[in-house]
Nanobody
Framework: VQLQASGGGSVQPGGTLRLSCTVS????????IGWFRQAPGKEREGVSC????????YYADSVKGRFTISRDNAKNTVYLQMNSLKPEDTAVYYC?????????????????WGQGTLVTVSS
């Protein structure tokens, strides 16, 4: 089982990035996927998640209205579209498999993790 996170980079405030989480070794259709981030000196934060069936998504208040999560099961990929980026979005972003995703957030356990991709928002 592998999750490969990619798409990070350096952008100016107000910029846009799209993160991808490509999975292998299991059927994406059967799993909820979450995006988490961890900034230096801060605890890991659940940013967004999407259930394995259409309809259930979650966004942390800090990203609501700016980030959009989606999945393409045919491509075994979950995306995180990040618009209007702010310096406080700077972090390493990780994707992970979840037990579930509800409107209140990702449900543990988080069995498998990607390696992380760095997002830096700075002028």
């Amino acid at each position: 089982v592998q999750l490969q996170a990619s798409g990070g980079g350096s952008v100016q405030p107000g910029g846009t990035l799209r993160l991808s989480c490509t999975v292998s070794g299991f059927t994406l259709d059967d799993h909820a996927i979450g995006w988490f981030r961890q900034a230096p000196g801060k605890e890991r934060e659940g940013v967004s998640c999407i259930s394995n069936s259409p309809g259930s998504t979650y966004y942390a208040d800090s990203v609501k209205g700016r980030f959009t999560i989606s999945r393409d099961n045919a491509k075994n990929t979950v995306y995180l579209q990040m618009n209007s980026l702010k310096p406080e979005d700077t972090a390493v972003y990780y994707c992970a498999t979840l037990y579930g995703c509800t409107v209140v957030g990702p449900e543990p356990p988080y069995d498998y993790w990607g390696q992380g991709t760095l997002v830096t928002v700075s002028s």
